[in-house]
DNA sequence: TTAGTTAGTGACTGAACAGTCACAAATGGC
DNA sequence: GCCATTTGTGACTGTTCAGTCACTAACTAA
């Protein structure tokens, strides 16, 4: 922190402490995302990124930075998604870009681990910390949609209450189910 | 299982282990509600029934038997709010039902415990029993509203999709965030 | 070369917790 | 009275896991 190395980026020959903190985080993501911050050992983190477990222990603030620091880039890579969705729609009314971002948003299913993530930090909410990164995320989510949208309040909230259905859906694995009401349930969310 | 019991119900004067089952039970709905499955030990809900953890592992199958037995009670009480609501209808047109629900299900919020154990247990679906156990309190509550309502599928998936939205609500509680976005998100949600 | 810094780990500790078991006490039929 | 059944518990065990610490290895600047 006192001393800067002469050059913050990446060194190529050598990892730094800053590459590997990014490369733990993308790891925590998909780790965390499969059951949630309590069931998942920091150990199991560790192992899929190749490293130690004190090494981890090391770069982060203890389980909860580490989980903290996922969900901040799982949000992160949410309003990325939808920025890139809202640029393929096929013209500029804000129903038009909502669409899109929906499309886009439901595009995110193939790799459950950004939807799943939410769910669970959703569920963790009782810890400040991530209660808070949770308001980030949901902060920052409908910043981009309205920026992007130029949608009102009410087509926004109803953008949002979609992707909270696409995250039971996904949870529940209702694709699987082939039942009428899991059909009432999923309707226009069903992936491939 | 093999000698039943001359009187099945309780007997008044000595309580039966079914009758303990049912007050375990709804202790552990307002138990799990607060951590969810995982970070909840057995302990906390015995000593919130006031019964020692082992008989709480005598009357159940595991921890994950007790939370099963505490989602599906929770569901059947929001089925049974739902239904309630319903009844309360001005009208009997499926919009009016559907509305006279959803108010029903907004005032369940007061009580945060069935909402936020929805929530957990929809985390929690990683393990295939808690995830029937949603699966069938979904197909409960789709079932209570189509009949109660009659109102079409896409009418029923809104009332899904804006049921989760006050999940979010509630989990985060955006109620005390007073801020833009977190208006544009709780707007007509919004308790007390 | 050497002195200082940074990357990285193995081996441990202490606490929490799921689940068990032997046992006690109350109840009810005969 | 006496035996069988059922309710209920204290005390224990084995495991898992968060977090620490003492240490080594590599790089860097002089």
Known sequence: M????????????RSTA???????VARAVEIFSRSGYQ???VASVAAAAKVSTAYVFRLFDGKLGLFV??????????AAALTAGAGR????????????????????????????LQVHAQSACDVPEIRDA????ISSVVHVVTQQSGADDDA???????????????????ADVDTVWARTVDHGIRHD
């Open 69 to 78: 620091s996922a969900v901040d880039d799982c949000y992160a890579q949410v």
């Open 89 to 116: 729609s096929v013209s500029e009314t804000p129903t038009d870009r909502l669409d899109a971002m929906s499309l886009a948003y439901i595009e995110l299913i193939r790799d459950r681990s950004l939807i799943a």
């Open 2 to 13: 006192t001393t800067t190395p002469v050059a913050t980026q990446s060194r190529g020959t």
């Open 39 to 41: 069931a998942t050992p």
């Open 134 to 137: 949770v308001r980030r995320g």
């Open 18 to 24: 800053e590459d590997q903190r990014l490369r733990i």
């Open 156 to 174: 926004i909230q109803r953008f949002l209450a979609y992707g909270q259905l696409c995250h039971l859906v996904v949870q529940a694995g209702l």
